[in-house]
């Protein structure tokens, strides 16, 4: 989905769970099934969120540890396999952050190209990008298994930026990881205070940090 337009537009580059959707409903939905097929006990929602951000095999690792059978791996592909199947169409407890859209309508106003860079699998993150109509916003999609490797590397944030013709880029994400890949790729991080994270955000790495979206395009503008 690559954009043209300026050749001198910054790209905004945006993680996606914890970022623009709060997909942690439907993500604890699927690993309680998955964990119920197996016959164990499931997990709450605090826990699921916070086993979310490095990808869905970490997930369902951290899934089957608390389980207690992490370390049973034929057990634990199992519950991997049966995760992705109901993984790739679950949306449906999954909405929006709050000002997301006009947020992206106002950076697409004021001549960015908007991207996104995140762990989750290409196939449900398309899915959820679609269904949330998120796609008419966004020239590019990296997901967790689109390359070789997933975030904190920052190849996958230098493949977005490259696939919306951009050299200059601001990443928004909400996690560790996130403030991570941004330093490791050299590019201004903006961190959303109200996803994921599982560490204070005095400790966490990073250049501006908001708690609305709403606040996001007039943010981005003051610092360039």
Sequence with gaps: MPQTGDPEATGVIFDLDGTLIDSAPD???AGNAVLADEG???????????????GTPTFVARL???????????RRDRMYRNFMERYLGAHELTRLYPGVAAALSALR????RLAICTNKPEAPA??????????????ALIGGDSLSVKKPDPAPLHAAARAIGVQRAIF???????????????????LFTRGYRKTPVDRIAHDVAFDDHGDLA???ARIG
């Excluded at 164990?40 to 490095?54: D, E, F, R």
């Excluded at 089957?64 to 791996?73: E, L, P, R, S």
């Design 109 to 112: 106003e004021a001549g960015h």
């Design 64 to 74: 089957a540890n608390a389980a207690g059978v992490g370390n049973d791996t034929e």
């Design 172 to 190: 928004v994400g909400d996690s560790e990881i996130d403030a991570e890949t941004a330093q490791a790729a050299g590019v201004t991080f903006a």
């Design 27 to 29: 993500i604890h939905a």
């Design 40 to 54: 164990l006990p499931g997990v709450t929602l605090a826990q699921a969120t916070a086993m979310i951000g490095a």
């Design 218 to 220: 007039g943010l981005l």
């Design 126 to 139: 398309r899915t959820v990008v679609e269904a949330l109509g998120l796609s008419e916003h966004v020239g």
